[in-house]
């Protein structure tokens, strides 16, 4: 830990107090640094974003929206505010965003604030399905009081099974139809079952959290155009910003877009992180430039490193429809509940992969589960493509099927990080160390 100029003016508990914190957080970064960052929902934030989440915007204020403000000082964040909502309608091509939202979950609770009301039912996919915890009676859902139906889930395709589907919400005629997923290989069949939840006056809500990115450059489908009424998402997973959320919709109705900016502020932020917003909104622009590319890139290193997992002998979910359509890769390790997933994740860590124990379909125990959820959408940032995920689908095969001492294999994995150390895809890149300390 840097020691302050002229040494510490304090007492020493308080001095470890602060060195603990510090150098948890040199190590944690040195974690990543030195290996491979897997967890399908994380990301790193660019240089200029990062600038701009330590900037003195951390600790204002600014309730309500652009121009129309309850304090003072809010001009020049009105600027910025003004062109990210401007910037977000252009690259979701809508015409409604907010963007103040401080993540995926408060967008999901914001959204069902404003399109529901306690005791209306709403139908989504279950969490043993890949459905979020917001999505369910423990999460959002069960603090709006909704009566939760559950799509019947085609295992086979990894989405909810269409006909059966639409025959549940045309005889549940949910107030919210919602759809998508925090294990998300594929795109919604959203035009056949909009229709189905349109026909009997639902609202059709998609959680993009995961793939926002992905939709953002393209690269997955088009829910605001295929049928949802409003989006939710996370600003720091598939779209590379800081941690936040959006909120987007395909309507021009004045009256509805209120209700969901009121849902927000005041429903459920007063001060909405300002500095992440700026960041939002650089990473907005950024995006605008480079995200097209990112998410090809993210999608074609999946749908490879799921081929190449496969190569070496692996499980993988979803052979028959190429692996994934997303930045996700689903594999499994051992019997439904045996924990095998959790014991993998584990020996991967030792090796300096950090993934996620998951559950799939089949598993009902979410702390012993059977698979893992991988992700390539960080590994893609510092500039790997298809080949290094041969390489990396290698790295797991020593540890989990050769049985190689985990230490040895992170010797490996820390030289083949050495060379991926500069984040791409964001304004001069070239000068760019993406794991500063
Ligand atoms: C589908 C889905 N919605 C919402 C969230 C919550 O996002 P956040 O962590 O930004 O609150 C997640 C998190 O992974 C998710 O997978």
Redesign the pocket.
Known sequence: MVEPAGGWKASPANINHARTVMNAVADSGALYRDGLGMIA?ENIVSPMVQRIVSSDLHGRYAEGLPYKRYYQGCGDFDTIEELGINLAKELFNVPFANIQST????S?IAALKALSKPGDNITAVSTADGG?I?HARMGAVGLRDLNLSTYPWDEERMEPDIDASAELIREIQPKVALF???VFLFPTPLKELADAAHEVGSTVMY?G??VLGLIAGGCFQDPLHEGADIMTG?SHKTFPGP?G?FILSSSSDEKFQRRLNNAVFPGTCSSYHLHHVAGKVVALAEFMEYGEELSRNTVSNAQAFGSALAAEGFDVLAESRGYTASHQVLTRHGELDSGAGAKAADLLEQAGIITNMNMLPGDTKAMTPSGLRLGVQELTRVGMGTDEMTDVARFYARVLLNGEDPKTVKQDVNDFKSNYQIIRYCFNEENQNGYPL
């Open positions: 929902s993540s995926g979950t408060v999901n979020h917001s998508g997923q925090s959680d959290a995961h996370s941690q959320g």
